[in-house]
């Protein structure tokens, strides 16, 4: 499905249908898209309505030129929540995609949103006598050169084979150039969400793998510091994707706080 954003660029989202269920929104990480999450929304299909948009630039999305900053990305999901009416959704980001959350928290405020849900992204991309925790090895001092190198592979375990040939046919139909998006990669990776976290007006979710080439999973305890009201997870056999590298764990791990949270 697409819809047309206010600025005239076309987004592409999955959606199961279920109307008359919770609804949950998945938004993948920089150069990520919709395949990854497969396995995830197998799982939670029977007790809510699975959204995943991909976001400009990225899987099925339009490639353009415009809107390359995570602000921009907060106002595509507040527009497509108002295009489909929704609210109360539990928002799913991955990388990047926690970003785009955290961003509209600090536009919207909850707005239409009951819960936040982080897939292994530090809310401080930059490390700094403030902040140790992130991404590898980028600091000031690099940055942002260091973002155009190669980082390799961002998954540590197994991915289900399926669900990976799905994301390789789209990518060879809608090719994901990192070039094209760096200055939204820049812009991302300049920003710092910790006030958001401090002052969370809802329930928030922090999972990590323990096994992320990108992040040191301590990271969840630096947060908990900022916001001890927080939850906070490590997945363990898991790098950075872990909604398709660990599916069932984080089923399990989101059914928990959303119990936890009376939110089912």
Known sequence: ?????????????????????????????????????GKVIELFKDKFRFIVLDPRNQGSSERTY??????????????????????NVIGIGNSMGASNLWSYLSIYGPGRFSAIIDLDQSPKMIADKSWQ?????????????????????????????????????????????????????????EEDWRDVLIDAQLPMLVLAGKNSPFFDYHFTEAIKILNEKIGTEVISNCGHLIQAEQPVKMHDAIMKFLTKNNLL
């Not at 995570?70 to 609210?87: F, G, K, Y």
């Open 1 to 37: 499905m697409d819809f047309k954003t206010s600025d005239k660029v076309n987004l592409h989202y999955s959606d199961t249908g279920d109307i008359d269920k919770p609804t949950m929104l998945g938004i993948p990480g920089i150069g990520g898209s919709s395949q990854m999450w």
């Open 66 to 87: 415009k809107g390359q900053r995570i602000s921009r990305h907060a106002a595509d999901v507040e527009e497509l929540l108002v295009n489909l009416n929704l609210t």
């Open 133 to 189: 925790y992130g991404f590898k090895d980028l600091t000031w001092d690099n940055y942002p050169d260091y973002l155009k190198l190669d980082f390799g592979k961002a998954f540590y375990n197994h991915i289900d084979d399926s669900m990976f040939n799905k994301a390789k046919q789209e990518n060879a139909k809608h090719p994901y150039n990192p070039d094209d998006n760096y200055k939204c990669l820049i812009n991302h990776a």
